[in-house]
């Protein structure tokens, strides 16, 4: 008996969700037209599935696909709310329903090979990469792999929490919500012992708007713990249950840890998205981050070079993600408190500059000191000392991390 070889491809992407997708219509774009490509995923991704916010420049690619934007967004705490204004940048919402369709259309214009299948094993021998899916069975053979799907980091953090949410799409009988203007975060929620919570508003219409719970902290919530929380979001909004109707639930969980993940784990084999390092631990955004590795592998392809993106943010800010991410688990900081300070002593575009690790070093220090100086002192003394244990002790085991489990009763939002 002979059994045949594996196709030959130049390019798989084992996973189809929101990064392959990015990746799919940013090959579309710069015209790349004379690679054999493939998507290797259990699941062929259609539909409302997930919610991506993200800040960025008008007048790009992501226009005509967007279910809202703002250049107005507020901030609150028990103090007081503060409005700020974005200009030039606004902060903008899209559905994965968009994301989705535009990477079908790519897949029919560049000719694209599907195998729905999950993916067992993939062998990198150093000149092309072997996908094994169920059984073993190999399915192709490619010269590059860029896969996409949850992975732990390569070893376990100093501060491993979590961002995990729940959030109702409402509608309601009567305008109740400003479209103009979203709630980027509102402090004014219990806060838990170990961690950070707040609710958001991100209105699409004034009787429509996602309105949505989320916690930074180690552990996750039952499910009726997520929906008591988001009740009492609610009620501080001033809703009336009575005239609203849940349309959509939303649920998610995104690692906030300053594990290292292991963005190329061999030779011609590229993670991206969370898997990546997309996730910014400190904030849990992952979508710039993921726009940018996709138009760079496109790019790449596109004047024949390897489809090898940069890292997702520069390593001194994955640093400041350590320092702050200590500092919040270790209490010296408390989370209103803190965000609170970025938004009063900062201008809001330097903010999300920043969180987008875009800003320069002149900038970074200027945020830098609009923080309590004792308790970061404090923080970064701390990461220093962990940083010389870990070479100088034994490694810590990643058996003791696992990936982020969907929240009970709903959907996962792993990958940005």
Do not use: C, K
């Amino acid at each position: 008996m002979t059994t045949s070889a594996p196709p030959d491809v130049d390019l798989a992407l084992v996973g189809g969700g929101g990064a392959a997708s990015l990746v799919l219509a940013a090959l579309d774009r710069h015209g790349v037209r004379d690679l054999r490509v493939a998507v290797v995923d259990p699941v062929h991704r259609r539909g409302q599935d997930r919610t991506w916010a993200f800040w960025d420049h008008p007048g790009n690619d992501l226009d005509p696909m967007l279910a809202a934007s703002w250049q107005q967004v507020e901030v609150a705490t028990p103090a007081g709310r503060r409005v700020l204004d974005l200009a030039p940048l606004r902060y903008a919402m899209l559905r994965s329903g968009p994301v989705y369709d535009r990477a079908a259309e790519a897949e029919r214009r560049l000719d694209i090979r599907r195998i729905v299948a999950p993916v067992d094993t993939l062998h990198d021998d150093g000149g092309h990469v072997t996908v094994h899916v169920g059984g073993g069975r190999p399915a192709l053979r490619a010269s590059w792999v860029l896969d996409s799907r949850p992975r732990p980091p390569r070893r376990p953090g100093r501060t491993n929490w979590l961002q995990h949410f729940r959030g109702w799409w409402l509608e309601s009988e009567a305008p109740v919500f400003d479209p103009t203007r979203a709630v980027l975060m509102d402090f004014r929620t219990p806060q838990p012992a170990r961690g950070v919570s707040f609710g958001y508003v991100l209105p699409v219409s004034d009787r429509y708007a996602l309105v949505e719970y989320t916690e930074f902290s180690p552990d996750l919530l039952s499910d009726a713990g997520y929906d008591a929380a988001l009740a009492g979001y609610r009620d501080l909004l001033g809703l009336d249950p009575a005239r609203l109707r849940v349309r959509e639930v939303e649920n998610g969980v995104i690692p906030m840890t300053d594990g290292p993940f292991d963005a190329r784990p061999s030779p011609r084999v590229v993670r991206l998205g969370t898997a990546g390092g997309a996730t910014r631990p400190s904030t849990g955004f992952t979508f710039s981050a993921m726009r940018r590795q996709a138009e760079q592998v496109a790019a790449a392809l596109a004047a024949g070079r390897p489809p090898v993106p940069g890292p997702a943010y520069p390593r001194r800010h994955r640093w400041m993600d350590s320092v702050a991410l200590r500092a919040l688990d270790a209490g010296g900081v408390g989370g209103p408190e803190f965000f609170a300070r970025l938004f009063d002593r900062n201008p809001a575009g330097r903010v999300l500059r920043f969180l987008d690790g875009a800003t320069t070093p002149a900038e970074e220090l200027a945020v830098m000191s609009s923080t309590r100086l004792l308790p970061m002192v404090a923080a970064a003394a701390g990461d220093v000392g962990a940083r010389l244990r870990d070479r100088l002790g034994p490694a810590r085991r990643s058996a003791t991390w696992t990936v982020p489990p969907p929240v009970l009763g709903g959907r996962t939002d792993v990958d940005g």
